[in-house]
């Protein structure tokens, strides 16, 4: 499952593995995880030497931290994602992951470079003001204070450094199902895409 920030692909990929009995990875806490080791680093989250070694040397304890989902890191996350070494010290865990027995993973190259080979592949958008909100309320419940305008201009500038990036573009898989959630809830959400998993099966 891929698609941009925000667009509701967390909650809908761990509700589809909980329904379908399969492990669950959101691959975008590794990246988080990198780009916060690089900013307590003090360094720059573009210096891809510093990016790469973080990314070589991360640990289950940091991906149990509980500031990983804070707009700082939001960037970082995303400046860190475009460095490939990154991307390359990252790729074995994901594949091994998914690799026994199945999974459910969500990110932004699951199907285009992780998993080519899926079975079934989802790219889950939802426009641009309906992931503002989504991510606003989200922070809101959080007790993050945060703008609406900012949030969505955040987003956007996000997503526009993921699609453009060399290593691994935001794109979806020639043959991903495209499920745009603007006008669904979770459950709805849900639905859709358990339908075209059973479609498949
Ligand atoms: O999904 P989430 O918003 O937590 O991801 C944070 C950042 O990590 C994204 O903006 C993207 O740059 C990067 N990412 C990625 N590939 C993935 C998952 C996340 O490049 N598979």
Redesign the pocket.
């Known amino acids: 499952m891929?698609g941009p920030?925000?667009a509701g692909?967390?909650t809908l990929a761990r509700r589809l593995a909980a329904t379908l009995g399969l492990p669950y990875l959101?691959?975008?806490?590794?990246?988080?995880a990198v780009?916060r080791r690089v900013l307590d680093s003090g360094a720059d989250p573009r210096d891809a030497a510093a990016a790469e070694a973080a990314a070589r040397t991360l640990a289950a304890a940091d991906l149990a931290r509980t500031d990983?989902?804070v707009p700082e890191?939001?960037?970082a996350?995303?400046?860190?994602?475009?460095v490939p070494g990154v991307?390359a010290a990252?790729l074995d865990f994901?594949r091994a992951f998914g690799a026994a027995s199945g999974a459910v993973?969500?990110?932004?190259?699951?199907g285009t470079?992780?998993f080519p080979q899926a079975p079934v592949k989802l790219f889950v958008t939802a426009s641009p003001a309906e992931r503002a909100r989504r991510r606003w309320l989200e922070l809101q419940g959080r007790g993050v204070a945060a703008e609406l305008a900012q949030v969505e201009a955040e987003l956007r500038a996000?997503?526009a450094?993921?699609a453009a990036?060399a290593a691994?573009p935001?794109k979806p898989a020639a043959d991903a199902v495209l499920l745009d959630t603007t006008a669904l809830d979770a459950d709805a959400a849900l639905a859709a895409a358990v339908a075209v998993v059973r479609g498949k099966g």
């Open positions: 891929d920030a925000a692909k967390g959101d691959t975008g806490l590794l990246y988080r780009g990983l989902r890191v939001d960037m996350a995303s400046a860190v994602a475009a991307r990252l994901q993973l969500d990110g932004r190259d699951i470079v992780v996000r997503d450094q993921d990036r691994a935001l």
